[in-house]
């Protein structure tokens, strides 16, 4: 079966950094997708890594290490607006066709 | 433009009613998907349509019927629910449905917020 797990909260401070883990075992493994997903609302992607190493863009980076089935999420100088969950979502291939397995997702709440 | 939009945004139904929701892009993606999310739990895939042909259907109840009539309009017809499918249904499109993870990228709408008496 496939398994992603999450932390599910986490707490900041206005401005700081915070690091959001996610590991996986699963098959048929095709990329790694972060969505940002706030209370009611729809999930906006943030990024995706394929390949090993650290993806950045702009106060947010993505680092992926396949052979740990292993991710993070960076968010830095962070803002009252980033409090929301973070979906780590794991792109599996499957019969010629790619679906995305989410995790179950870290609600972060940034204070003041 | 990265915006799909889903209606109603809200939506209460009886056991015995029928209902559609409705997903329409027009970035020119030819992969549309319908997922469900109960409340604090991640999304749960249901149907995947490419180029407008039923590709992945994960079991869904046959109470959940969807219908791709082109390829920038994607329907769920809902028929004798239970009070357990209340949820989020969000639908996503996507460039296609595997060619790299630019391409496969996928886009969520705001989502219909369905509650089944």
């Known amino acids: 079966g496939q398994n992603i797990d999450q932390p599910t909260e986490m707490t900041a401070t206005e401005g700081a950094i915070v690091q959001i883990n996610c590991t996986y075992q699963?098959?048929?493994?095709?990329?790694l997708f972060w969505y940002q997903q706030h209370a009611g609302e729809a999930p906006t992607f943030l990024s995706y890594n394929v390949l090993d190493g650290l993806e950045e863009k702009g106060r947010f980076s993505s680092f992926l290490s396949r052979s740990k089935g292993y991710s993070y999420l960076l968010l830095k100088e962070l803002q009252m607006k980033d409090s929301a969950s973070y979906l780590c979502a794991v792109s599996i291939m499957n019969t010629g066709f790619q679906k995305l397995v989410f995790g179950t997702g870290t609600r972060l709440l940034v204070s003041p | 433009d990265t915006e799909v939009t889903q209606t109603p945004k809200h939506l209460v139904m009886g056991m015995t009613n029928k209902k559609s929701l409705k997903c329409e892009q027009h970035?020119?993606?030819?992969?549309m998907y319908w997922y469900k999310q109960k409340a604090k739990k991640p999304p749960e895939l249901m149907f995947v349509y490419s180029y407008e042909k039923l590709s992945i259907n994960e079991s869904v109840p046959s109470r959940f019927s969807p219908e791709c009539p082109n390829s920038s309009l994607l329907n769920l017809h809902l028929h004798a629910l239970q009070p357990e499918d209340s949820a989020l249904y969000l639908c996503?499109?996507?460039?296609?449905?595997?060619?790299?993870?630019?391409?496969?990228?996928?886009?969520f709408g705001p989502g219909t917020r369905l509650l089944v008496l």
């Open positions: 699963t098959s048929g493994f095709n990329g």
């Open positions: 996503a499109s996507s460039q296609v449905i595997a060619g790299g993870p630019q391409q496969e990228t996928q886009y």
């Open positions: 970035m020119g993606h030819r992969a």
